[in-house]
């Protein structure tokens, strides 16, 4: 007989803490289980599920599509700094670094600006962090998945010794070849 595995309160509450952070220990541990159930409940098809259904609900809610959000990082990505500033040249001759205005800037540029400020110095251009957004871009396309590096050699041997018998000579040893 198959009965469909219900959630209880408490593992419904380790589901929605593991919801916050998608850290199973700190999840356990904020639900009131030891730090080491977290993956054991990961485990349970009901826990899986309910968490599948959480974010599938957060999806619809915020309208936000794996596409925007790679779009996003791909602006902060390959942003340039001199994609904000332009030189331009005053009534003096003289050249002057001046910050294109956002109205020009296209919404993907916007987005890859944390700020733009006026100092005693002239202008800063902040970008977000480039190298955070070109390593979640790798992660998501399995750029960086851990790869073996070393590879058996069709050559290897391999010799067991069996045990210790006093009787034999130590050259008449068992062995075997793989």
């Known amino acids: 007989m198959h009965t469909k595995e219900i959630l209880n309160d408490h593992q419904k509450l380790f589901c929605d803490e593991y919801l916050l952070d998608f850290n199973a220990a700190a999840a356990a541990r904020r639900s009131g289980y030891g730090t080491s159930s977290g993956y054991r409940l990961l485990q349970m098809p009901a826990c899986t ?3 599948q259904k ?5 999806k619809e809610k915020i309208q936000v599509t794996e596409q925007d959000i790679i779009g996003e990082l791909s602006s902060i990505a390959f942003a340039k700094a001199t994609d904000y500033l332009q030189i331009t040249e005053q009534d003096t001759g003289k050249q002057v670094l001046q910050a294109i205005p956002a109205e020009q800037l296209s919404a993907g540029q ?3 600006v944390e700020y733009v ?19 979640l871009l790798g992660k998501h396309i399995g750029l960086f998945a851990v790869k ?3 590879k058996p050699s069709e050559d290897l041997e391999v010799h067991v010794e069996y045990g210790s018998n006093e009787s034999q000579d130590t050259d ?6 793989i």
């Not at 008449?172 to 070849?177: F, G, I, Y």
């Open 49 to 51: 599920s309910y968490i």
């Open 54 to 58: 959480k974010i599938q609900e957060r």
């Open 110 to 112: 916007r987005a890859a």
């Open 117 to 135: 400020r006026q100092t005693s110095a002239g202008i800063s251009v902040k970008l977000h962090d480039k190298v955070r957004a070109l390593e």
């Open 172 to 177: 008449e040893k068992d062995h075997t070849a």
């Open 148 to 150: 073996p590096s070393v």
